[in-house]
């Protein structure tokens, strides 16, 4: 049965960090639904109301369309091994940007951040467990390095013209504000 919380309660912080993945969902008014997996170790919990996440390149950057237009997240954990567990987490969210003043009080926070392109700083609503009986039991083997090893290949200015090539909107065309 599911249950809901005002904010992450210590069990709760312990089950997010054992997870080798987790999931955002955003949406626009509009257009498309987004939802993506994220991984490489990306997630902070800065207090039961507070997470941040980094962010890497990647073909879209629909979260940040998608938040400069309706302001909610979904983060949502599973548990893959050990006891079954599904935990959301309900918010909204701030972009930072590698131009604002903030990134470098955050960004010193992740460990490898080769091709970092935002942060997320989520402010929870609430959280909502469920049981995860559905949920396959799966073996995790390792981090791929794929994204990392491209992106330490590029130079400052070579990620900066991909972003103007591939970030600067969404796929439905909402403005990201990864230049503004």
């Known amino acids: 049965m599911a249950k809901f919380f005002d904010q992450l309660e210590p069990q709760h912080i312990e089950f997010i960090q054992e997870q080798k993945i987790f999931f955002t969902g955003t949406a626009a008014q509009d257009g498309r639904v987004n939802v993506s997996p994220k991984g490489m170790d990306a997630l902070n919990i800065l207090n039961p109301k507070q997470i941040a996440w980094l962010n890497m390149t990647g073909s879209g950057n629909e979260t940040a369309a998608h938040l400069k237009l309706v302001n909610r997240i979904t983060l949502m954990f599973c548990a893959f091994d050990g006891k079954p567990l599904i935990l959301r987490v309900y918010g909204t969210a701030r972009t930072i940007h590698?131009?604002?003043?903030?990134w470098q009080d955050y960004i010193e926070t992740f460990g490898d951040n080769a091709g970092a392109r935002n942060i997320f700083v989520v402010d929870v609503e609430s959280v909502q467990t469920s049981c995860g009986f559905a949920v396959p039991l799966m073996d995790y083997k390792e981090d791929r390095q794929i994204l990392a090893d491209w992106a330490n290949k590029k130079t400052e200015d070579?990620?900066?013209d991909y972003w103007k090539?591939?970030?600067?909107?969404?796929i439905d065309g909402f403005p990201t504000g990864i230049f503004e």
């Open 158 to 160: 070579e990620l900066s």
């Open 98 to 102: 590698k131009q604002d003043g903030e």
């Open 165 to 170: 090539q591939k970030n600067v909107n969404s």
